[in-house]
């Protein structure tokens, strides 16, 4: 850093560069570069930011000396691309969810950022929420016993991707949240899903997650419904975790209700229900993005290891692959 | 029948029993006996009504012949024997569902029954409710246009079963309703599922299921949900259909929402979105169970084809076996 | 009593009396006779319980020294008749709520039970549910902090009484809460609504309560609203209770949320707003009415104060009758 | 108007002044002033749109005579002097909700703008949200029969203000929309209401409105409640609206139930319910403030009578006025 605060290249200002470049000053970071093919998006990007410099050239920021680090928010299918050209430039990267369209680039990319001394970070947003730190605390503390199952559903009407499937598309989210609540690796995967529409990419699809331990996980995506549900169940032996992301305050429900197990005398087998209190923790409020950003900015200066961390987002881009595999054989159990 | 009006033998008088009998009379039939081993039952049974024979022995109850029809309310692994006496003993049989506990089972019955020209019938509740019969009527009007997907939760906390797993216990209302509303024969099936018991009775599970259309359909059948969610969406290319089972009154709510594909002149893939109104229709709120009871005694005395008629049962079965051995392989593929 | 059972008459067998009988048997005691003008009535209350006299002359009940009390479940113009009847014939006597129509009457009632040493008791049954004794106990042990307000809606569509306003019909529930929750006496209240019969019988009411402390009460009852809802909030000082009885299971839930009002260096008024943690706790989910019939078995038989007491129901009847003056005056404030 | 566009000063750049400003750019407006006393809000004006002149002097703005027009962000105490040098400066004139603090002092603006023949509008927002627009149509069409009641609840946690009570805060929203899909004037008013706070300013209230016929309304308002409620009944002759503006999406519900009155041969008083199917309409999702600043540009420029007229602000003034003066009587009914 030639600085004492971070110069950051956003590369991309569609839907979520603004966003990006927002919470990295939010964060105390100096966005010097926007970067983008439309020249609408560079004068909107002016227009907020005056001192800002606009390029649809990407070299421009990444000639610059003064850059320390990229921001990628562009289609799937340029992450492994730009990321590269920008670690060869000798810049730290940010990258959207998911890092690469595959294992293999995924890879590449690290292995490049480890031989440059550069810090690789894929953005995986809602680590940085308050209520996936709320379940991520209380799951270290043990607060809902050995975990059972995760069962989520991301479903809404909107934003079809033309490069990638719903499973690529939405899923991270869910996959980033189980690795990094779950000590446990997964073993193998099994996902179904379908695709109406001509270009064959997928709008539905359920993936089953197997674990060597008495866990398994199951997410439901798709850009197909008319309403909006963000809903994860995680279930423990003694607690259960509701998590609901559409709620505006309420998020995160903490059941005390479950089941014991016993055999009576007889050997018979028992059942016994139990219904407790609930419990709705005050979550923290600050945007998770801002928590990203500062995330990425504590990585570069100060070699602090992010939650999100990129060991966690190969993890991802791999369950993904198997994921997307098993999908087009429906259902067939593909090991990671 | 040797009177004008049904007798009917109730065996089994647990959980289910005592609704079927008092449907029985509300749809005018005759419950002439009530057969449990359980003493405490019987004489509930017998202060509820107080002109029924109770006995502990089904044979008191197959021998009369005064008694045109059984219904059978007892475990799953019951089913098949009694079923089979009670046909050879010249009744017409109504049994819970699932019909039985594998497709051969289901078939000897069904054969011994057409030989011995008597009903046999599945109560599969849920096609005689107010809801499902809407939605049948939607559908069958082509109101939702190509059917796209289904996908259904059924889970809450409670009613582990002995004999059989969560599939076998929760997914025949779904499976009946997806037979019941969709034309279109499954193909294959994909399940994937765990026990978290010492007798690895599966208490979560999840089916994908297959079709040679465009269509899909999905089902997340759980115990050990602190909440009870009891919602199916059924996509269609037009409209979209949510039921709520949970919701006291606005149960089924129809969506005009969707997307349109295209391609724009440069070839390009495009979606648009279209959020419109929705319609929630009242719907009849007869007791489904009395539709039932009046649907049997229907196929008994007019031979009038129930709605649950015994093709749909073994369809169901069939499913079933099918969707337990998928699991038992953690997702692969099984022909139907 | 003769026996060592309590005997009782229940007089009036058409939507609650048969709920009475039910939970008087329920809770240990025996109902002895069922009185009703209406012959249908009659035969269904002896196919339920065999055992039981069925008549439609009261006399024969009250006449019966056998018979210990009677429990009264007709529309409120005959409670105070039929009450007086059975403390004359030397009954004890439950009534169902509101005690009277007026506020005299009650008294005689009251003192009529008192000269004749017999227990008068109103069916105010939701102090006797599992949340409101929950709220009960939490206000006992200050958990709210000071009380500010109660806030309370029970609307539906349904069930227009022919001899009282809504006021009369919905608000005791409320009233009664209010009392029993809340140790402070109110000093007068305002009321306004209306009728859309040609009975004038009001069938929407809002109604003010005002204290000498900082504390207010709102209740807001109609006939005439297409959905149900049941919903009450009790503001204190430190926490929130919301109370919504139509939830099947999360009905009470403690906002740890609030504000302190301070004043600052430069004596400016300022208020911080705290978003706090909310606590859903598990309630007793016994029947209601079996409490309330258990409580008034134990004030005959042992002398035991009930909750739902004479001079709580006879504060209910008051507040009752001086809401009505203002209903008449549109918001007139009454003294109580 | 010097130029083809409308030169807007902002008045105020707190809470709502930002708001206003944006609206006013996307309406097609310009804003050539932000004037407030707070140098920082001044400075973010500044950044926000650099080259909109930013000043703490008033005077200022209103003495540059291409400013044509006003828009009054300021606490309510101030809009009444504002206004008033506004238009003597001769500038058209917007201001927030309430127009001024009393009935005298709006009556005055009024003609005093009458006189200079310049617009005074109101920024009565909700009058140009999607559900009310939806609504107002829904009521010309007579689409809920003859309307019988209006019931609103606004409460949540929050913003107490220091220069006037929760009535004149929160219930303008209501009264306005009252007024605005109601042609009926009312008559009288009678409010409650209570300080928790040591200024004495009311944070909780209940108004009830009445009519000549058979119409009530009721308003009920709070600023200490933990959770934020938002609901408006309509109930009409036919249908019913439920209005949610909580809801994300649906918003707008029309309830086709309802009750039939009738005498039967004995000339009992018989009451038949109904319940029927519910609609839920599409709502125009334009942002309300940016309709309302078009409506005022079109007001000023095209001499368009905006939905928010000078004549319905008064009216909501002055029902304001008579209800504080009922609440300070503890519910007295005072004409309007």
């Given at each position: 850093m030639k600085s004492d605060i971070l110069n950051i290249a956003v590369i991309g200002y569609g839907y979520w560069g603004p966003n990006l470049a927002r919470n990295f000053f939010a964060a105390g970071?100096?966005?010097a570069y926007v970067v983008d093919k439309d020249e609408k998006r560079l004068a909107s990007a002016k227009r907020a930011y005056p001192m800002v410099e606009v390029t649809s050239d990407i070299d421009n920021a990444l000639r610059d000396?003064?850059?320390d680090a990229v921001a990628i928010a562009l289609p799937v299918s340029f992450h492994y691309q730009i990321a590269r050209m920008a670690l060869l430039a000798d810049k730290h990267v940010l990258v959207e969810k998911?890092?690469?369209?595959?294992r293999q680039s995924a890879e590449e990319l690290i292995e490049l950022a480890l031989r440059k001394n550069k810090v690789i970070m894929c953005d995986?947003?809602?680590?940085?929420?308050g209520a996936v730190k709320k379940i991520h605390t209380l799951i270290s503390e043990n607060a809902l016993g050995q975990l059972q199952y995760f069962d989520s559903i991301r479903i809404n009407l909107?934003?079809?991707?033309n490069d990638v499937n719903v499973i690529w598309d939405l899923a991270p989210h869910d996959i980033s949240i189980l690795y990094y609540i779950s000590g446990e690796q997964p073993v193998s995967v099994s996902a179904a899903g379908l695709s109406h529409t001509k270009n064959s990419i997928e709008n539905i699809a359920y993936l089953s997650i197997f674990y060597q331990s008495n866990f398994i996980a199951h997410i439901n995506v798709s850009w197909v419904s008319p309403v909006k549900i963000r809903r994860t169940m995680i279930g423990g032996k003694s607690k259960t975790i509701i998590y609901d992301?559409?709620?505006?305050?309420?998020?995160v429900k903490i059941y005390d209700s479950g089941y014991t197990v016993s055999n009576d005398e007889k050997n018979m087998f028992m059942v016994d229900y139990r219904v407790g209190d609930i419990y709705i923790p005050k979550l923290d409020t600050t945007e998770a993005l801002k928590n990203m950003a500062q995330s990425f900015c504590d990585a570069v200066t100060k070699s602090i290891k992010p939650e999100s961390d990129y060991s966690l987002a190969l993890k991802v881009v791999t369950l993904l692959e198997s994921a997307e595999k098993s999908l087009k054989n429906n259902g067939k159990e593909y090991k990671l």
């Open positions: 970071a100096n966005v000396t003064n850059v998911p890092m690469t369209e595959s995986h947003t809602f680590l940085y929420t909107g934003l079809f991707q992301d559409v709620e505006p305050t309420e998020k």
